[in-house]
């Protein structure tokens, strides 16, 4: 997968409403920084932000098993 589209797309139709979703996903770096940068972008669109002096702030959520970026509720975790 190269795209966030083609990680929300392969989600949805291999987990969708009736299988489980994986609690953690491997993705490559590139991916990862690009969901990041959905994630970023979201929040930022739909102005759920608290602006500060000087910043933005979005809740960003991060994954209990690794650390990683929570998309979708499920943990991304770069491939090694």
Not at 25 to 30: K, L, M, R, S, Y
Not at 48 to 76: D, P, R, S
Request: charged residues 20%.
């Amino acid at each position: 997968m190269k795209s966030v589209e083609e990680l929300i797309q392969y989600f949805n139709e291999t987990f969708g409403f009736e299988n489980p979703w994986p609690q953690t996903f491997e993705v490559d770096a590139e991916l990862y920084g690009k969901c990041c940068q959905y994630v970023f972008t979201y929040y930022l669109e739909r102005e759920q932000v608290v602006q500060t002096a000087n910043h933005q702030v979005i809740a960003l959520a991060l994954g209990l098993i690794h650390g990683g970026l929570m998309f979708k509720n499920v943990e991304l975790v770069i491939k090694k």
